[in-house]
């Protein structure tokens, strides 16, 4: 489900003009080394990720999921959107500065 949420929001998006790229590698590295791939599901005008769900809530696993995402980004500011219930529910996370 979540597939055919995304493909709607990026046709949303083309619609609006605004820039997005979808499902965006984001590297892992230890040691210089690279132990690890993720993807973001949509970043917005390389400013924000949009992390797409289609679970009974958000919950922390998710959270800390786009936390991550944020973190390995260098990105700080992500939205979760949770598409399974009668309507749009989301949350708003910021990493912090320090």
Do not use: C
Not at 34 to 43: E, R, S, T
Not at 76 to 92: A, D, I, M, Q
């Amino acid at each position: 489900m979540e597939s055919v949420y995304q493909k709607s929001l990026e046709v949303e998006l083309e619609f609006l003009n605004v820039p997005f790229a979808s499902q965006v590698p984001l590297r892992v590295f230890h040691r210089n080394k690279l132990v690890g791939n993720f993807f973001a599901d949509i970043i917005v005008d390389s400013k924000i990720i949009l992390e797409l769900k289609a679970v009974t809530s958000i919950n922390h696993a998710a959270e800390a999921q786009l936390l991550n995402y944020l973190s390995i980004s260098g990105l700080s500011v992500g939205y979760l959107f949770n598409f399974r219930n009668t309507s749009l529910t989301w949350k708003r996370m910021v990493m912090g500065s320090g």
